[in-house]
């Protein structure tokens, strides 16, 4: 398994641009989430799905979108960058019966000048 | 709402020592918790869970215990290496459909 895929590593915007970050994960796990990670801050929710066809907002969700299509993907949209935007973003997943332990992918580091 | 704390936010110790890291919870009503590990520049990496029920997870040197009603975890890492240096947070969850509240984690360092 490759477990929790996150592309692109790293992205510079320019203030106003958009953009999606990519996530993906492959043990069918029904829950997904968006974090970002800020010194300081800590890690703040930004979106999160239960499943296919269903998300919510968290903490942080002014100035992204999400959707959910499909089990294994969760793309995060940026709808026009802001310099506030500029973070370390994460993408994480888990099952919602049993055990569920949060994995998470590696990382997209953004910077928006 | 749910608050974790970790105290403190650094730590350094020479090689070889054991070293307890804190969690503090403020609503004990959790369904699991779990600590996790960041290497700079990396993502989360999951060390160990415990469920509600249990008071106490192990893996190699690594063990973690839970007081619920204290709203408690301490990370027990025994005979501390150079390697262990990273940045240890612990997080909880209510249920099956909520979020992991997350600590701001603690910044240790392994001196050689």
């Known amino acids: 398994n490759a477990g929790v895929t996150q592309t692109p590593k790293f992205q510079v915007l320019k203030t106003g641009q958009s953009m999606t970050l990519q996530c993906a994960q492959d043990?069918?796990?029904?829950?997904m989430s968006w974090y970002r990670q800020d010194p300081g801050m800590g890690l703040r929710l930004i979106h999160y799905s239960v499943g296919a066809g269903i998300t919510d907002q968290g903490e942080v969700p002014n100035g992204y979108n999400v959707s959910r299509s499909t089990t294994e993907d969760f793309p995060l949209r940026l709808l026009s960058a802001a310099p506030s935007q500029t973070s370390v973003y994460f993408c994480?997943?888990?099952?919602?019966?049993?055990?569920?332990?949060?994995?998470f992918g590696p990382g997209t580091r953004l910077t928006v000048t | 709402k749910q608050e974790v704390t970790q105290i403190p936010a650094a730590l350094s110790v020479p090689e070889g020592e054991n070293l307890v890291l804190n969690c503090s919870f403020t609503?004990?009503?959790?369904?699991?918790l779990q600590w996790f590990r960041q290497d700079p520049g990396k993502g989360l990496t999951s060390l160990l869970l415990i469920q509600s029920s249990q008071r106490e997870q192990t893996s190699g040197r690594l063990n973690a215990s839970l007081d619920k009603s204290s709203g408690r975890s301490t990370l027990y890492i025994a005979a501390s290496q150079p390697g262990d240096s990273a940045t240890y947070l612990c997080?909880?969850?209510?249920?099956?459909?909520?979020?992991?509240?997350f600590g701001k984690g603690i910044t240790l360092s392994v001196r050689p």
């Open positions: 994480a997943s888990r099952r919602i019966s049993g055990v569920y332990e949060q994995y």
């Open positions: 609503d004990s009503a959790i369904y699991n």
């Open positions: 043990m069918n796990h029904e829950y």
């Open positions: 997080a909880v969850t209510h249920g099956a459909n909520s979020k992991l509240t």
